[in-house]
């Protein structure tokens, strides 16, 4: 099984901030990585796939980066919006697992 | 509009079963894999299954290999998760998905979500 490891688990930042965050796979998932954002109570909502491509109607601040094992979702200019849990995803090979998730909280 | 809604969860002793179902309307439900992830209290999620756009290949993560069962009725439109054999640790918000990638590749990420349905295993 692919172990995929998301770092920090807690980022307080504030509006206007550049927010990085990385997950790391414990073997080589390039391009099949994607990237969700979750709101408290709610379904996650698909970000990026296959590592850097953004979804439709998804803001332009968000980028994802990376290859191999090693992967950055980037916000640029943190926006209210914007403070939530963040998951990435393989779907390399089964089993589909998930990072454990940053929460972006309010600094 | 694209939607999926689950149907089914609730509380179940340990041992028990429970069989949720999720049906799917505004996309083609017969183009895609469809699967199932779920959340348990405050943690990660965890993707449980998935199943091809004829039913002939499904894929279980371990912890629920010989205890789950996915099917599918694509004149239903529906995706149904049969739960056997519950434990405790199978307590989780139960969302079913739709495959973002179409085609014969099951290995992919997830472009819809329904709500999610609660699934709680106690005493």
């Known amino acids: 099984d692919i172990r995929m490891t998301q770092s920090p688990s807690t980022l307080s930042a504030s509006v206007g901030d550049r927010v990085t965050i990385t997950c790391r796979a414990s073997q080589v998932v390039n391009p099949w990585l994607a990237w969700y954002q979750q709101k408290p109570g709610k379904a996650p909502k698909l970000l990026i796939s296959q590592a850097s491509i953004l979804e439709t109607g998804v803001p332009s601040r968000f980028s994802g980066s990376g290859s191999g094992t090693e992967f950055t979702l980037t916000i640029d200019s943190l926006q209210p919006d914007d403070f939530a849990t963040y998951f990435c995803q393989q779907y390399s090979s089964y089993p589909l697992n998930f990072g454990g998730g940053t929460k972006v909280d309010m600094k | 509009e694209e939607k999926l809604v689950e149907s089914g969860g609730g509380l179940v002793q340990p041992g028990g079963s429970l069989r949720l179902s999720c049906v799917g309307t505004?996309?083609?439900?017969?183009?895609?894999?469809m699967s199932w992830v779920r959340q348990a209290p405050g943690k990660g999620l965890e993707w449980v299954a998935n199943?091809?756009?004829?039913?002939?290949?499904?894929f279980y993560v371990d912890s629920v290999k010989g205890r789950f069962t996915i099917s599918r009725d694509n004149t239903e439109k529906s995706v149904h998760l049969q739960m056997d054999s519950l434990r405790a640790d199978d307590t989780a918000v139960y969302f079913c998905?739709?495959?973002?990638?179409?085609?014969?590749?099951?290995?992919?990420?997830?472009?819809?979500w329904g709500p999610g349905t609660l699934v709680s295993v106690s005493t």
């Open positions: 199943i091809k756009q004829d039913g002939r290949a499904k």
């Open positions: 505004g996309f083609t439900f017969t183009s895609y894999w």
């Open positions: 998905v739709r495959n973002k990638l179409t085609g014969d590749r099951g290995r992919s990420h997830f472009a819809s």
